[in-house]
């Protein structure tokens, strides 16, 4: 039986174009490496330096790149089996399974130095063991061999030397391997030095220190905020999930965001970057807020730039996702003002969410005030008040019933913006007990006063004349008594009458194949006229009522119904303007004259 080959071109070129996003990486991975020889020699004695030195081209004066460790090394036999084999780690356990300490579990990390370097040195002294020298190549080749003399090491640890590919010069210069130290390596509980700067910052910032008081902590978190995630948080929230090892904050974004937009979270595994825009940390619901955390527990996928999906990190999200939610609680319980202004910002968000999430709703429900007809409430104190959530689906249907159903004394919510009417609808799945119902304008007149037979039959001759003039508009005439007395009539439409007035119109515009489709939606004209309903309690209407000359009956009626249009907001068609046009100049002309007849009468 013999072996398989493997091509070690075809493995990097696998690894560089298709596991790992980006050569930058490989500071990562030598950083890892290090960290996991020191915590391997300190785990036996724990006295031992914890030094990551890295040299960058600059330094070594030859375009290589250095990195020094004062780790465990390895002995001339592990650096055959090690490094010698792709997917061979000296960090599983007998079983084969990753050992808990350390961050490198694969035994691949090694090979994304070849993003960068065609070759790979390395230099490493196990206890007092010879120092062994190792060099790989990007063809697969390598070689291993005892140090002389001159290249012993003084010290226990590793070198590791990287010759740049042709293209991968400037990853090895100084302020690019800084930042990927700083970036990567600024948790790491080891000190990390690029040339003579010290890139590791102690330990996370969200962690309380002896020496500080609440206030300190909280500020320099939000400092912590402002200089890596570049906004001043709306508030801070501790983090803590024991069951992952996990620790950390969320800061609360002070800004609107879309909440399809993943923006993911800046997590640290065992101390070391894993990603800044990490996804699947929190419940989906949670958009308003970025986290920053290290876990001991959680697992990297192997290119280490995601989160392994698995229970724990189930857990995890379910008890973050508490933790936003007992601040969310706190907020409506202990601070309404706090709580108002973050609905300010999060609003639509949280809306948008409130469709699918029934927390959301609840929190819009509870806490988000609505405009309605009696002014602003949040829904749970409208249906306190006037029981039914009745509302209507649009700004400008609302606009238009809005102060006559307050004058009938019917409540009305807004539900015209964004959705808000889908909410509404979505409140029941709350509770079974709550009642909503979507106001048609035309159940209005339900609530108006009819007027008694005698006065019905008296008007009858006006509303001859009226009928006549709004047949020609498709509007039927109506009369009834209701508050307020000022407003001479009502135009209404309801759903219906809306849907096909449309309906007429779009076929006005298309081609007859497809009028002929819309055709059959449209009903018999009858069913779904718009009404305009006089209000026989208005002095005006009254009086028109007792004129009897129908040329200025018709041009009053003309004038009132454009009047009408105007006040709820409805489209105007170029028959209604031009209508309003002739009914003002009409009017006008009959008042001039009237007062002409008086001067002449007087004169
Ligand atoms: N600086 C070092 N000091 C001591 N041993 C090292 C060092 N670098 C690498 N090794 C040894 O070489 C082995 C292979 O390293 P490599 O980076 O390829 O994989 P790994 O760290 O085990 O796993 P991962 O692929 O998850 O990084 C390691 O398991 C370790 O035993």
Same mark, same amino acid.
Request: aromatic letters at 10%.
């Given at each position: 039986m013999t072996n398989f080959q493997v091509d070690l071109r075809g493995v990097v070129d696998l690894l560089s174009h298709?596991? @790992?996003?980006?050569? +930058?990486?490989y500071v990562r991975e030598l950083l890892q490496n290090a960290v996991d020889a020191i915590t391997a020699r300190r785990a036996?004695?724990?006295?031992?330096p914890a030094l990551v030195r890295i040299e960058p081209a600059e330094l070594t004066g030859d375009g290589t790149l250095r990195v020094h460790d004062t780790g465990i090394g390895l002995t001339e036999a592990q650096v055959h089996e090690? =490094?010698?084999?792709?997917? +061979?780690?000296?960090?599983?356990?007998e079983l084969g399974f990753a050992r808990?300490?350390? =961050?490198?579990?694969?035994?691949?990390?090694?090979?994304?130095c070849f993003l960068v370097a065609d070759e790979i040195r390395v230099r490493t002294r196990h206890g007092n063991e010879p120092t062994v020298l190792w060099t790989g190549y990007a063809d697969g080749r390598y070689e291993v061999a005892v140090a002389g003399p001159a290249d012993? +090491?003084?010290?226990?640890g590793t070198s590791v030397t990287l010759v740049p590919r042709r293209d991968g010069?400037? $990853?090895?210069?100084g302020p690019t391997v800084v930042e990927l130290a700083r970036l @990567?390596?600024?948790?790491?509980?080891v000190t990390v030095r690029v040339g003579s700067e010290v890139v590791s910052a102690g330990p996370p910032p969200w962690l309380a220190t002896a020496a500080d008081s609440p206030g300190d902590r909280r500020e320099r978190l939000i400092g912590y905020a402002q200089a890596t995630l570049g906004f001043t948080p709306f508030d801070v929230i501790d983090l803590s999930v024991p069951a992952a090892g996990l620790t950390g904050a969320a800061f609360v974004l002070p800004m609107p965001v879309n909440?399809?937009?993943?923006?993911?979270h800046r997590v640290y595994l065992k101390r070391m970057l894993?990603?800044?825009?990490?996804?699947? =940390?929190?419940?989906? $619901?949670?958009?308003?807020a970025r986290c920053v955390v290290d876990a001991t527990e959680l697992r990297p996928t192997a290119s280490r730039e995601a989160l392994y999906e698995d229970g724990l990190l189930d857990e995890v999200r379910e008890a973050l996702g508490d933790q936003l939610r007992g601040w969310l609680v706190r907020l409506a319980t202990n601070d309404r003002d706090r709580l108002a202004a973050f609905l300010d910002v999060h609003h639509l968000g949280v809306k948008a969410l409130a469709l699918h999430d029934d927390e959301m709703l609840r929190l819009v429900d509870q806490w988000w005030p609505m405009e309605t007809n009696v002014g602003r409430m949040t829904l749970a104190e409208f249906r306190e008040r006037h029981g039914t959530v009745r509302y209507c689906a649009t700004i400008d249907e609302f606009r238009q019933l809005a102060a006559v159903a307050a004058a009938q004394d019917l409540a009305i919510v807004?539900?015209? @913006?964004?959705y808000d009417s889908e909410i509404i609808e979505r409140l029941p799945s709350l509770d079974r007990e709550i009642l909503v119902d979507r106001l048609?304008?035309?159940?209005?007149?339900?609530r108006f006063d009819t007027l008694d037979p005698d006065t019905e039959l008296a008007l009858r001759p006006f509303l001859k004349v009226t009928q006549r003039a709004l047949d020609r508009l498709g509007c039927e005439a109506v009369v009834r008594s209701f508050e307020?007395?000022?407003?001479?009539a009502l135009y209404l439409v309801d759903r219906s009458a809306a849907f096909q007035q449309q309906l007429r119109a779009t076929r006005e515009r298309v081609d007859d194949v497809w009028a002929g489709v819309l055709a059959a939606f449209?009903?018999?004209?009858?069913?779904a006229r718009p009404q305009l309903v006089f209000n026989h309690r208005n002095p005006l209407v009254r009086r028109l009522i007792a004129l009897t000359g129908s040329g200025l009956t018709e041009l009053a009626v003309e004038a009132i119904y454009g009047q009408a249009l105007l006040l709820g907001h409805h489209p105007l068609r170029p028959a209604d303007a031009a209508l309003l046009n002739r009914s003002f100049l009409g009017l006008l002309n009959h008042a001039v004259i009237g007062e002409a007849e008086r001067e002449g009468g007087s004169a």
């Open positions: 298709h596991l @790992y996003g980006s050569p +930058r990486v036996t004695d724990s006295g031992a090690l =490094l010698a084999t792709i997917g +061979r780690s000296g960090k599983r356990d808990h300490e350390f =961050l490198g579990q694969f035994g691949i990390g090694l090979l994304s012993e +090491r003084a010290e226990q010069a400037q $990853w090895l210069t @990567y390596g600024s948790l790491l509980p909440p399809a937009a993943k923006l993911g894993l990603g800044e825009g990490t996804e699947g =940390l929190l419940p989906e $619901w949670a958009f308003f807004n539900g015209g @913006y964004t048609d304008p035309s159940d209005l007149t339900t307020p007395a000022a407003l001479p449209e009903q018999a004209e009858a069913d």
